[in-house]
C-alpha cells in the first residue's frame, strides 16, 4: 500500500449513488421495460404436500392476451435443477425441479407458469388454471419430523434427516462434565424469519437468438453465482451469459440465491423468443423466497462454582424446509464455528441435524447461523451467571481472551484475527452510564416496576470468506482503469445494493491514487463489465472487495512510477507518489497521474518493455475471516398489565476495525439493530400444523416500524484486522447479530423478580404477558 | 396485486347509486375509500363484477353540527375527522379515535362510513360510535332508516345495511372532553386486537369494544356497574373493567390468543375509563 | 369497456382511456414510465407507492386509475424543481436517509406532506407520521434525521 495522506477514507461523505435514488430515476429490475416485454406469473400450490393429479391449462390459454400455459411436464427437462452449493458430506438432497412434478412439497411451490402480453393477463391466467392435488399427510415440525415413523416430507429419500453435522473441539467434553460442580441446561428456539426486503425479487430475461447470448436481469445480490450457475440448468455458456443486478432494493440473503425462477425465465426467453420479465408479489415472496433461522437446540454448560466454564455441548435441529436452496444446509454450521462467541471456553461438542419439513427453504438471512450462535452463548452467560450468582459482566470479562492473546484460536476450531473485547464492554459501560443505569435498575424495582438491563457481547464472522472455507471460492476481484483523460473506473466484482460502495469504495481508490473523489467512477453488479466476482453477502464486500481495489491501485503505481521514471530520465526506484504526483530528486517538474495516464494510452514514448495503458486487476484472496465485535447495552421496562417492551435505553459500540465512511457504517448498524429489535421483540413466521404459511402479507408479518426504534447511543473502538491492508472488519450483520440477545436478556432481566430465566423470542406483549400472569398466580 | 375485471360505475347522486344497487344486486359494490375494499380485489379474495364508485357525490363528506347533533357524512375520510376543529370541540372521541386508524396515508383515503360498512371485527370506527350511541342513517330503495349502532352490527364483516342500501351519514351527540379511546394494535397490520372507547356522560357510561370478538359490542355490564356515578374510585373502575368481557366469544389467531383478547379488553377498559373520568 | 380519464401527472395535464381495474401505480409505472413509484406489497402496508394527490399522501397502490380523474398527482420524479432538489430529498441525501433506496420516493413523498403540515416536527412525531412506511434497510433514524433536516432548511417548499 502506498503512503498516501487518507483524504476521504474515514470520512462521513455522503453518497455518490443517492441523486439517482432519492429522484425517483434508478432502475431496479421491475423498472426495465423492453420492446415486446411479456409477463410471467406462477399457479402456487396452496397444499404444503400433495400430489398433483390433473392440470388442466386450456381455459387459462384462451385468455385474451396469454401467450404461454406450461408446466413441470413442459419445461423441466429444459432447466436443470435447482442447485445447492453447500459442501456437506453425506448430504441427502431430493431433486430440486423449476416447476413441480407430480408432488409439491410446500405451500408457495411453483406448478405452472403463465405468460401474457401484460401482468394483468398473466394474473387473470393463472386464476384459469385448473390443478387438482390429493393432499399428503404434512409434516412442519422438524422435531416430530426425526422420530422414527414421521411422516416423510420426500419419501423417495427415506428419511427426514438431509445430514448430520459434528463439531469436536478443544480438550476432551466428557471429562470437562465431569469436572464439572454443576451442569446447566436450556433448549432455546430460535424462531424462523423472513428476510422480506422491500423490493421483492424480479427477473428479467432477454434471449438473442443470432449471438446465442442471453441477458438476465435480476434483482439479486450474487450476479456472479448465477452466472456460474444457470449455465448448467438452462444451456447457454457462461461465456455468453450476462447477468445484471441493476439498483436492488434489499437482499439480507434473501437475494443470495440461486432461484427456480430465475432459470425458468431465461428458459422462456428462449423458448418463446421474447423478452419475459417476473415481479414476485409480496406473498410469493413470503411463501417462495427463503426463510431464515429455525433452530432449535439443546444446551448444556458444564461450569465450576467459580464460574470457570469447562465446556459447552449442544444439540441442535435445523429446520431446512422442503428443499436445499444454495446454501441452505451450510448455515447451521456457521452456528457451529462462533458457538464460544467471545469466551474461552475449552472444550466444545455439538452436533447439528439438519431436517426436511413441509416448508419453504431456510438460508443464508443476515447474520446466518452467527445471530443463533450468539443468541445462544449469550442466552447461555445470563443463566449460568443467574445459576451461580454472578455478575453477569464479570463472568464475560472473566472469559475473554486479553487483546495480547490474539490470534485467538477457539475451541470451534477457528482463529479470532484481532480483539479488545474489554475495551469495547468498557465503553460500552462508560455510554451507558452503567452506574446510573444499575441504581435506576434497583429503584425501578423497588417501586414495583419491571425494568430490566440487558448485556450482550459478541464476535461474529464477517469477509466470507477464505477459499478453503468456501464452496467454489471466496476471493474477490476488483479492476481499476486509469482512463485516458485521468478519470478512473474502478470496477469491483462485489455486489452493492444498498451498503454505498459505490461511495466507500471511491474514497478508497481515490485516496490510493491521490486524484479527486468526483474523478473515480465505481461500477459493479454486471458481468459484462465486471466479469469476475463473488459478491455481495457475509459482510465482505469491503474488506475482500475493497483490498482487491488497493492491490489494482498498487499495480497501477507501480507501472505508473515506470512510466514516470522514464519520462523524468530518473532510475524507476527515485521515483516517489504522493498526492496524486510522481516525483524524483532533481527533477524539474513533478507528474500527475493524468498526465502519464495521457502518456500510457497516446504510447508514443514509452518505456522499452513496458505495455500501453494504465489497467490493472487483482484477485483478493483473504488469509483469514476477520472477527468484529462489540457489545450492545439495552434497557426496557415492561407494561406489567399488558406485556408490552419498551426499550428504555439503547447502546451499541461496535469494533469493526477502521472505518472508510463512519456514517455508512452507522446506517448498517443502526438497520441491523432494527432487524435486532424485529426478531427479538415481534418478528416470527409461521405455519400451521397443515403447512399453511400465516405471515404471508405484511399484514401478519411484524417489522419494525419508525415507531418502534429507539434513539440511540453508538459507539466503537477501533482494532485492526490483520488480514487485509485496511485493517477492516466488515459491518453488514454486527447489528443482527450483537442486538438480538442484548435485547432479549433486558427483557428476561426485567422479569427476573418472577422467577422467569429464559422465554423463547418474539417476546411479544403476549407471550411476556403470559409470563408474568403464569409467575403471578403461581407465587399469590 | 392485479384485480380481476368489473365495470366502472360513477353515479353522481345518492339516487342513481341505489338504483345501480338495485340493477346489479349482489354482483355490485360499494366503492368508498376502496382501503378495505381494494386490498382484497388485489388478492382476488373479492371479484365484484360492478364497482359502484360513489366518491363523486356531492354532500357526503360534511361534518357539521345540526340541530344540536354532530353530523358527519359517511364520506368524511378518517384525516378530515382527526383533523375536524368542530370535532376536537364538540365530540372529541371521533378525532382521538381517528387518529389511531392505520397510517396517514390510509387515513387520507378511507371514509367513516365505509369502515362502518365494512364492519371488520378489528376497525376502530365501530368501538366509537357504539360509545356514541350514534344514529347510522342508511338510503335505499325503500327510503331513509335511522339504525342505532347497537344494532348496527350484526356479526363478522355483516351490518345491518342491506345490499341496495347507502349508509350516507352518521349523528352523534355533542359529548364533554370525558371520553377515552385505548387501542392495543395488531403489531403487523395496525388493526386492533382490543380496542375500548368510553364516553361519559351525566349519570352515566357507555363503552364500546372492538377487536376483540366476531362484532363489535357495548360492554352494558361495565356500564350498569358504573351507572350513576360521577366521579367512580380507581377501585370501582377496576370492578367495572373487570366486567368487560363478559359473556363474550373472544375471537383468537397468531396475534392474539382469546385469553389475551378478553384480558386486553379489560386492561383497555379500564384505562379509557380511568381517562375518560379523570381518575 | 375503457373509461376516459384526466390526470394532471407533475404537473402535465394527461388523457387516459383506461381499464378500470388498472391501480394508479401501474398507471404511473407503465403509462407515464414514472418507475419512482415502487410496489412493495399487496396490502397496503409497505408505503413504497406513495404520491401526492391533491397534496394529500395516498398508496398509489390501493387506488384505481379511474379514482384519480380530475385531479393533481406528484410523484417522486415531480419533486425536484428546475433541478433544485426538494429540501426532503436533500436531507435523506445529507442525512444518509437510504440505503437500498427502494422505499425511499415513498418515504420522502409522505414526510413532504408532513412537513406541510407541521413544519418543525419532533422525532417522535416524526415517527408517527411515517408509520405507513416500511423500510428494512436504514432501521429509520437517518430517516428522521432526514426530516428534521428538511424541517431545518424550512421544511415543504
Ligand atoms: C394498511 C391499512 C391499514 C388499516 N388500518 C386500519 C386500522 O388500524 N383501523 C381501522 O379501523 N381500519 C384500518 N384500515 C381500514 C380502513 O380504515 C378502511 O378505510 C376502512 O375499513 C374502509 O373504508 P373505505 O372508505 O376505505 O371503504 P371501502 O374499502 O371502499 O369499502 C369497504 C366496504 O364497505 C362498503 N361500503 C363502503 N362505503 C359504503 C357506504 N357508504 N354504504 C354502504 N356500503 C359501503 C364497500 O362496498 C365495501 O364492501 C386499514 C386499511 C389499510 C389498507
Ligand atoms: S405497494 Fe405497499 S403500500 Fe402500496
Ligand atoms: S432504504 Fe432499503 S428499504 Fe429503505
Known sequence: MSAQAKK??????????????IKGIGTYTDDLRLPGLLHVAFVRSPHAHARVTSIDTSVAKAIKGVVAVLTG??????????????????????????????????????????????????????????????????????????????????????????????VNGGTDIDEAFRRADRVIKQRVYHQRLTPMPIEPRAVVASYHAGEGTMSIWSSTQVPHYLRTLLPGMIGVAENKLRIVAPEVGGGFGAKLNVYAEEALCGHLAMRLGAPVKWAESRRENATSTIHGRDQIGYYEVAVKNDGTILGLKARTIADLGSYCQLLTPAVPTLTGLVLTGCYRIPAVKMEIVGVYTHKMATDAYRGAGRPEATYLIERLMDLVAKELGLDRVDLRLKHFPAPTEFPFG???????????????????????DWKALMSERTAARKSGRLFGVGVSTYVEICAIGPSAAMPAGGWEWGCVRVEISGKVTAITGTSPHGQGQETSFAQIVADQLGVSIEDVVVMHGDTAVAHYGRDTYGSRATVIGGTALVMCTDKIIAKAKIFAAHLLKVAPDQVAFADGQFSAPGAEKTLSLAAIAGEAYVAKNLPPGLEPGL??????????????????????????????????????VDDCGPQINPLLVEGQVQGGIAHSIGQALFEQTVYDENGQLLTGEFMDYAMPRATDIPEYILGHTVTPSPTNPLGIKGVGEAGTIGATPAVANAVIDALESLGVTHLDMPLTPERVWRAIHQRTVATV | MYPAPFEYLRPATIDEAIALLVTHGEDAKIL????????????????????????????????????????????ATHDAIERSALLREKCPLLPETAGHIGDVQVRNKGTIGGSLAHADPAGDWPAAVLALDADIELAGPRGRRTVKADGFFVDLLTTATAPDEVLVEIRVPITSAKVAYEKTEQKASGFAIAGVAVVVEQGGVRVGVTGVAAKA???????????????????????????????????GDIHASPEYRLHLAEVNTARALRRAYGN | MSIPVRITINGTLRQFDLDPRMLLVHLLRDACTLTGTHVGCETGICGACTVLLDGSAVKSCTMFAVQADGAEVTTIEGLAKNGDLH???????????????????????TSVQLLSRNAKPSREEIAHGLAGNLCRCTGYSHIIDAVQYAAGMGGAR
Not at chain 1, 452449493?85 to 406448478?111: E, M, N, Q, S
Request: with cysteine.
Open chain 2, 217 to 251: 359490542y357495548r360492554a352494558k355490564a361495565v356500564e350498569r356497574a358504573l351507572a350513576g356515578q360521577s366521579a367512580p374510585t380507581a377501585e370501582g373502575i377496576a370492578r367495572a373493567a373487570a366486567l368487560a368481557a363478559e359473556r363474550v366469544e373472544a375471537l
Open chain 1, 615 to 652: 489497467e490493472a486487476s487483482s484477485f483478493f484472496e483473504i488469509p483469514n475471516f476477520t472477527f468484529p465485535f462489540g457489545t450492545h447495552i439495552v434497557a426496557v421496562e415492561i407494561d406489567r398489565e399488558t406485556g408490552q417492551v419498551a426499550i428504555q435505553k439503547y447502546v451499541a
Open chain 1, 8 to 21: 476521504y477514507s474515514g470520512q462521513p461523505l455522503k453518497r455518490i449513488e443517492d441523486p439517482r435514488l
Open chain 3, 87 to 109: 429540501p426532503v430529498q436533500q436531507g435523506f441525501w445529507e442525512r444518509h436517509g437510504l440505503q437500498c433506496g427502494y422505499c425511499t420516493p415513498g418515504m420522502i413523498m
Open chain 2, 32 to 75: 368508498a375509500g376502496g382501503h378495505s375494499l381494494i386490498p382484497a380485489m388485489k388478492l382476488r379474495l373479492a371479484q365484484p363484477r360492478y364497482i359502484v364508485d360513489i366518491g363523486r357525490i356531492r354532500g357526503m363528506s360534511h361534518i357539521r353540527e345540526t340541530a344540536g347533533r354532530i353530523v358527519v357524512g359517511a364520506m
Open chain 1, 410 to 432: 477457539t475451541a470451534c476450531g477457528v482463529t479470532y484475527d484481532s480483539g479488545n473485547y474489554q475495551g469495547a464492554l468498557e465503553k460500552a459501560r462508560q455510554l451507558a
Open chain 1, 73 to 166: 411436464a413442459d419445461v423441466n427437462e429444459k432447466c436443470g435443477v435447482v442447485p445447492c452449493a453447500a459442501a456437506i458430506p453425506d448430504l441427502k438432497l431430493p431433486k430440486h425441479t423449476v416447476l413441480a412434478g407430480d408432488r409439491v412439497y410446500f405451500v408457495g411451490h411453483p406448478v405452472v407458469v403463465v405468460v401474457a402480453d401484460d401482468a394483468y393477463a398473466a394474473r387473470d391466467g393463472v386464476d384459469a388454471v385448473e390443478v387438482e392435488y390429493d393432499p399428503l399427510p404434512v409434516v412442519v415440525n422438524p422435531e416430530e419430523a426425526i422420530k422414527p415413523g414421521a411422516t416423510l416430507t420426500h419419501p423417495d429419500l427415506g428419511t427426514n434427516v438431509a445430514f448430520t453435522h459434528n
